[in-house]
């Protein structure tokens, strides 16, 4: 009970950064403004994409099966209907992962201006300059992360019965987990950690991520979501890094501290023992 306590709690945590992050619109307003703008532009495109599918979706199913030109009429239109409504159900499956991926990818530069600017609002610690090419090669594993959480998602949409309720549980979480580790890159970077201790570092605190990053997929769901809370949500993320990192030197530090306290058990017992071999047998 305790342990699910503990996790309920990192999980609440983890959520109310999202709305702490929003504290930054008082002193650096232009920055978080700017921020704002990816989102809109990846919204925008996404919505004349979902427009222009839905309104030739079932052109598209024709196009794809030819081979039922010869059939009946009636099985012919269930065919079609049905491949219709299976493009349309992964096209909004893929939006969710299309829109986080495409706001992440086109808002690099305006999150790195918000980044720096909770940097310093928080202060103990100068951020350096990122290395193009390491945000080069994060971006393409941000992409093929993303589709593959599409995927699996849309996969687990088609098991039957259970398949729309388990990937509509699914699918905010992994896009959540997606936008955490995406958004707490740039802090982790700046401090030298690579892509694997990035990771460890993660999984070490895996409640309180996956807690601010479903709170801020969920709030993308809600129209124009996205566009109000992204500023916060990185100078949540930045916020999220450094409690990480502070709960990884809690915890080595007090490992350290019970691995000296078996050495020196061990070695009182060690003590003991070669005393009582020394001690003389009591007379008889």
């Known amino acids: 009970m305790s342990r699910l306590r503990r996790v309920l709690g990192d999980l609440l945590a983890g959520a109310a950064l999202v709305p702490r992050g929003f504290a930054l619109w008082r002193r650096r307003p232009g920055a978080m403004a700017l ?9 925008s495109l996404i919505a004349g994409v979902l427009i222009t599918l839905g309104l030739n979706v079932e052109a598209l199913a024709q196009a794809i099966t030819p081979f039922a030109d010869g059939w009946a009429e009636r099985d012919r239109s269930v065919l079609r209907t049905l491949l219709a409504l299976v493009i349309v159900a992964g096209a909004i499956t893929a939006t969710v992962y ?4 495409l706001t992440l990818l086109i808002g690099d ?15 103990g610690f100068a951020p350096s300059p990122l290395r193009f090419w390491r945000s080069v090669g994060d971006g393409v594993l941000l992409v093929l992360r993303a589709l ?5 998602t849309w996969l687990v949409g088609l098991i039957p019965v259970i398949g729309s309720v388990a990937a509509a549980i699914v699918g905010p979480v992994l ?21 694997t201790g990035r ?3 993660l999984r070490g605190s895996r409640a309180r ?6 709170a801020t997929q969920l ?14 949500a990185v100078v949540g993320a930045t916020r999220l890094a450094r409690e990480v990192l502070e709960r990884a030197e809690q915890g080595r530090a007090e490992q350290g501290r019970a691995e000296q306290g078996r050495a020196e058990q061990g070695r009182g017992e060690q003590g003991a023992a070669e005393q009582s071999s020394t001690d003389p047998d009591p007379a008889p």
């Open 98 to 101: 299309t829109f986080t991926t």
């Open 199 to 201: 990771g460890r570092l």
């Open 109 to 123: 530069p305006f999150y790195e201006r918000i980044w720096r600017a909770a940097e310093e609002d928080l202060g």
């Open 219 to 232: 709030i993308f769901l809600i129209p124009g979501g996205a566009i109000a809370v992204m500023p916060a």
């Open 35 to 43: 921020g704002m703008v990816p989102a809109l532009i990846a919204g």
């Open 209 to 214: 991520e996956l807690g601010f990053g479903i």
């Open 175 to 195: 896009a959540g987990h997606l936008i955490a580790r995406e958004l707490t890159s740039r802090p982790f970077q700046a401090r030298g950690i690579d892509l």
């Open 148 to 152: 593959g959480y599409a995927l699996t």
